[in-house]
Nanobody, 115 residues
Framework: QVQLVESGGGLVQPGGSLRLSCAASRSILSFTAMGWYRQAPGKQRELVAT???????AYADSVKGRSTISRDTGKNTVYLQMNSLKPEDTAVYYC?????????WGQGTQVTVSS
């Protein structure tokens, strides 16, 4: 069983920054892809950013240019740096890891952007 533990969420003012972390219980190179999703109240979970094992990156249009996904293989951790945060970025952010046919999720970390 794979454990994904997110951290780094919190309350931040509009225009501020946060870095989310996702620590995996095994080598992140064992996954075909890892990523971040978010779910706002009353909305469906949506993709924020993904990174494949071959370092191919993808971002949602809503965060492109403001967010960066990265990883530290030595720490088995994936990061999401978010800048210029907006109130509409408020959501629970989930870490995701794919190891076909399995998909793993973290428990989520709350990000609230408010003045």
């Amino acid at each position: 069983q794979v454990q994904l533990v997110e951290s780094g969420g919190g309350l931040v003012q509009p225009g501020g920054s946060l870095r989310l972390s996702c620590a995996a219980s095994r080598s992140i190179l064992s996954f075909t892809a890892m990523g971040w999703y978010r779910q706002a109240p009353g909305k469906q979970r949506e993709l924020v950013a993904t990174m494949t094992s071959g370092d191919r990156l993808a971002y949602a249009d809503s965060v492109k240019g403001r967010s960066t996904i990265s990883r530290d293989t030595g720490k088995n951790t994936v990061y999401l740096q978010m800048n210029s945060l907006k109130p509409e970025d408020t959501a629970v952010y989930y870490c995701n890891a794919n190891s076909p046919p399995y998909v793993f999720w973290g428990q989520g970390t709350q990000v609230t952007v408010s003045s």
